[in-house]
């Protein structure tokens, strides 16, 4: 397992970005396949994006597809999301999670290691 860090949350405007960042600790990180998920409250935990260890291959959910980037720096350990016109209805707390491969990657419950989450609000 490794531990995860989300960073990059906080309140924008709808149109607006942000961007977030996931830091892994442990050197076996780059061997690590990583989604984002999203969670608000009394509603289960939703898939966003998935990347690959090499970063070759990705994966999006259709609500952000076309707005969202995923992306990863495996030298620094880290995976990012780039966040692109906003809509109020991305308002959740993000997760980060780690698995050994992209297989059945849309489902939260194949994830070994999860970070503590960062909240992002989008006003409207």
């Known amino acids: 397992q490794v531990q995860l860090v989300e960073s990059g949350g906080g309140l924008v405007q709808a149109g607006g970005s942000l961007r977030l960042s996931c830091a892994a600790s442990?050197?076996?990180?780059?061997?690590?396949?990583v989604g984002w998920f999203r969670q608000t409250s009394g509603k289960e935990r939703e898939f966003v994006a998935a990347?690959?260890?090499?970063?070759?291959?990705?994966g999006y959910a259709d609500s952000v597809k076309g707005r969202f980037t995923i992306s990863r720096d495996n030298a620094k350990n880290t995976v990012y999301l780039q966040m692109n016109s906003l809509k109020p209805e991305d308002t959740a707390v993000y997760y980060c999670?780690?698995?050994?491969?992209?297989?059945?990657?849309?489902?939260?419950?194949?994830?070994?290691?999860w970070g503590q989450g960062t909240q992002v609000t989008v006003s409207s």
């Open positions: 442990g050197r076996t990180f780059s061997r690590y396949a």
């Open positions: 990347i690959s260890w090499s970063g070759v291959t990705t």
């Open positions: 999670a780690a698995k050994g491969d992209l297989f059945d990657y849309r489902n939260y419950g194949r994830y070994d290691s």
